[in-house]
């Protein structure tokens, strides 16, 4: 053999210099004493046989005799339905196949340790065809001898590589409903491949199993029988019989880095797989999952004292349960900007059990100021921040969100603990003026922003969640037509519409954050800069969005915080003066929606306009129009942009639109009604936006044609208007410029 075998379950003393080494079980194993080639342990159909150890290649070969059986000394048993057992054989096929000497293998299980009785269900290799079969006996059975599995011969698995066969036995509710499966390991190189499965199992066997099962062994086929074949040897390495379903676990070892995503650091020699039971050992090297990769498993077993450590951008699904010792720890990045004075972060933590402190503030370099220490919950009453005081401290609770700055550098923040393996319900209160609720994501992996949105809808004011960008020191909307990722560890705002508990499932975690960079949706995306500050506003054109408003589509600011300069957008129909910073619009009729662009800037800030714009309908340019400066640009040309100097502070929409419309010069004289927009800010007060400079008047009229108020005035972009006190019901506004005249129904509450 080319290697040493790697033994699961149990060690091989070292000393290989003689043909009669011992090979020791322990009690796990099931093995009360002896030796694997012993009597005692090993049954043979002829006396004169027995195992011994190949002192070349470390494995177990059978150097005589036409065939022999073996069983598991110590039988096992499993409680009852849904539970599993588990034999596994590492073997080799040694030498070459001769004409009339095909190897027969059987694996599996019996009712008794007496293998004679020949009473199970195995794994057969058939001389006759080389194929690896399911069957009751030699020629009968749920699958005949000649039924054609999923591996090819023997030969083509190969002959020189290190092969573990596992069979594993399920319980149902009664035997017909219990089943066999099996699996070929090729150890050589990683590779897994199904032999086959089938319900129904002897009745004898059923009973059997929750008292004592054996694992039992056949093999026969070593020297040819005629035909001048040449020898063929089946070399075992280990044997192992466990309760639970063995065929998934998947054990660290380390051997070659401390990298999770490196095949050469685990048994099964490939990285796990999310239906696998991971098991980190105490080894000298404990896992580290690097930045970009997504481990999965399915159950969890650390032991390792150092644990898994977990680095930024990094992320870790447990999809089943999580025990042993050992914990886990996640780095999140912190960036530092000085040149932003807030430079602050919202997170969660990602594990349960962490504790804050002095020592955790000075240990991860977070930012003192007096006797406030830089770790901080948001209080919804108010909309105001409770930062830990010095000598104080708590326990991070899991989905609950902080702020957090570190003190002058960027690095990391590390979470240390037990991993969340199930949902995490969360309190959210009712308030304050605006209802919002600092929550995170308490997984070691991404969470899927969409399926927390809509799992939580009902008990959500709007189908938002707002994160904070440090790089712009500004919250940023994130809705469904998003499809965000929230990191490991990321803290993120959200507006209750009750104080109830939101939901954090566990379902909703997901591998990677990637998937949302790349986009194949229409969007413009409109930034605006004052020299120093980035914002923007956000349109996206989907079939299912309409021109109103589409909870889950449409976002708004963040009002949890005061802002001093923003640019956002208002509903291309039905306004109410809300501010958005994400509108979804229909992805056709581009050239009759244009967008009211709002702005909030102090008096004699320079602020620039430019565009990002993707999957643009071939054909559709974008313009800015200012209607104070009686201006139209182009901004979906390349590097264009637009610049103007604010003579007096904005806070408001009336002055710029974008439009959307065919290649062409557009004109101002062509829109002057475009886009007006004509509504109620409170239950007086009628607000009109959109008119470009001049004299105008306004008519406001019932239903039945009476005329209720009139007013003149010179338009300067967004008008208000005082109204007498009038009925609730609909009424008809008409605008007259000198470019014409507009009609538009308003309702009066």
């Known amino acids: 053999m080319k290697k040493i075998y790697t033994l699961i379950f149990f060690t091989i003393t070292t000393s290989f210099l003689t043909a009669q080494t011992t090979v020791n079980f322990t009690l796990g194993e099931g093995f009360t004493s002896g030796a694997l080639y012993s009597q005692t342990n090993w049954d043979s159909q002829f006396s004169a046989t027995t195992w011994t150890v190949d002192p070349t290649a470390g494995g177990m070969t059978s150097v005589s005799a036409e065939y022999q059986r073996a069983a598991w000394e110590q039988g096992f048993s499993v409680s009852g339905s849904g539970e599993s057992i588990t034999f596994r054989v590492d073997l080799k096929f040694l030498g070459t196949f001769g004409t009339n000497n095909n190897p027969l293998i059987k694996i599996g299980f019996s009712s008794s340790s007496d293998v004679r009785s020949n009473n199970g269900v195995f794994l057969r290799t058939a001389s006759f065809n080389s194929q690896l079969q399911l069957g009751n006996d030699g020629n009968s059975g749920p699958l005949s001898p000649n039924a054609s599995l999923l591996i090819a011969d023997c030969q083509a698995v190969g002959e020189s590589d290190d092969l573990a066969v596992l069979v594993t036995l399920t319980l149902g509710a009664d035997a017909t409903s219990s ?22 199992i002897a009745p004898l066997l059923f009973t059997e ?153 000075a240990a991860n370099a977070l930012a003192i100021n007096g006797a406030n220490n830089a770790i901080a919950t948001y209080t919804t009453a108010n909309n105001t921040w409770s930062y830990m005081q010095t000598n104080g401290g708590g326990t991070f609770t899991p989905g609950i969100g902080y702020l957090v700055k570190k003190q002058s550098s960027a690095g990391d923040i590390s979470f240390t603990g037990t991993i969340n393996t199930s949902d995490v319900s969360v309190g959210v209160f009712l308030v304050g003026t605006n209802n919002y609720n600092l929550i995170g994501n308490p997984y070691t992996s991404y969470l899927d922003s969409e399926a927390f949105l809509n799992g939580n809808s009902g008990n959500l004011l709007s189908t938002d969640i707002w994160v904070f960008n440090q790089a712009t020191s500004n919250y940023e909307n994130k809705n469904l037509a998003a499809q965000f990722k929230l990191a ?82 208002h509903l291309v129909a039905n306004s109410t003066g809300k501010k958005y910073q994400v509108q979804s619009l229909t992805n056709s009729d581009f050239e009759n929606m244009v967008v009211p662009v709002g702005v909030k800037a102090a008096a004699g800030k320079e602020i620039t306009f430019s565009l990002d714009a993707m999957n643009i309908p071939d054909g559709i340019n974008v313009y800015i129009e200012d209607k104070t400066a009686n201006t139209v640009t182009l901004l979906s040309q390349e590097n264009a942009t637009y610049k103007v100097t604010l003579a007096g502070a904005l806070d408001g929409i009336g002055r710029f639109y974008l439009h959307t419309k065919a290649s062409g010069v557009l004109s101002t004289e062509t829109i002057a009604f475009d886009n007006v927009s004509v509504y109620t800010t409170d239950a007086s007060t009628l607000r009109v936006a959109g008119l470009s400079q001049g004299k105008a008047s306004m008519k406001l009229f019932s239903l039945l044609g009476k005329q209720v108020f009139e007013t003149s005035f010179n338009a300067t972009g967004v008008k208000d208007m005082q109204l007498p006190k009038l009925g609730s019901g609909i009424y008809v506004v008409q605008l007259t410029t000198e470019k014409g005249t507009l009609n538009k129904k308003i309702t009066l509450k």
Do not use: C
């Open 179 to 200: 089943t066999i499966s099996a699996i070929l390991k090729n150890l050589t190189d990683g590779t897994e491949s199904a032999i086959g499965s089938y319900t129904g």
């Open 209 to 361: 199993a929750t008292t004592n099962i054996y694992g039992y062994f056949q093999s026969s086929g070593f020297k040819s029988t005629g035909g001048g074949g040449a020898l063929t040897e089946i070399q075992v390495s280990s044997v192992t019989m466990t309760q639970g379903n063995t065929l998934n676990n998947v054990t660290w070892n380390g051997s070659l880095s401390s990298d999770w995503a490196t095949a050469a650091n685990w048994d099964s020699g490939s990285v796990p797989t999310g239906t696998k039971n991971v098991i980190i050992p105490d080894v000298a090297t404990a896992p580290i999952i690097g930045s970009t990769t997504g481990a999965v498993t399915n159950d969890l077993t650390i032991t390792e004292p150092e644990g898994i450590n977990i680095t930024a951008g990094g992320s870790l699904i447990v999809s089943g349960t999580s025990t042993g010792t050992g914990n886990v720890t996640y780095k999140t990045a912190l960036a530092y900007n000085a040149s932003i004075t807030e430079g602050w972060h919202l997170v969660a933590s990602p594990v349960v059990g962490e504790t804050y402190d002095n020592d955790y503030v």
């Open 488 to 569: 490991p560890a990321q803290g993120f705002f959200v507006r209750a519409n009750a104080a109830t508990n939101l939901t954090i499932a566990e379902s909703y975690q997901a591998s990677t954050g990637a998937t949302f960079l790349k986009s194949a949706k229409t969007e413009i995306t409109l930034n605006m800069n004052d020299g120093s500050n980035n914002r923007f506003a956000k349109i996206y054109y989907l079939d299912n969005a309409t021109t109103g408003f589409d909870n889950g589509y449409d976002g708004e600011t963040f009002g949890g915080i005061s802002n001093s300069l923003d640019v956002f957008t």
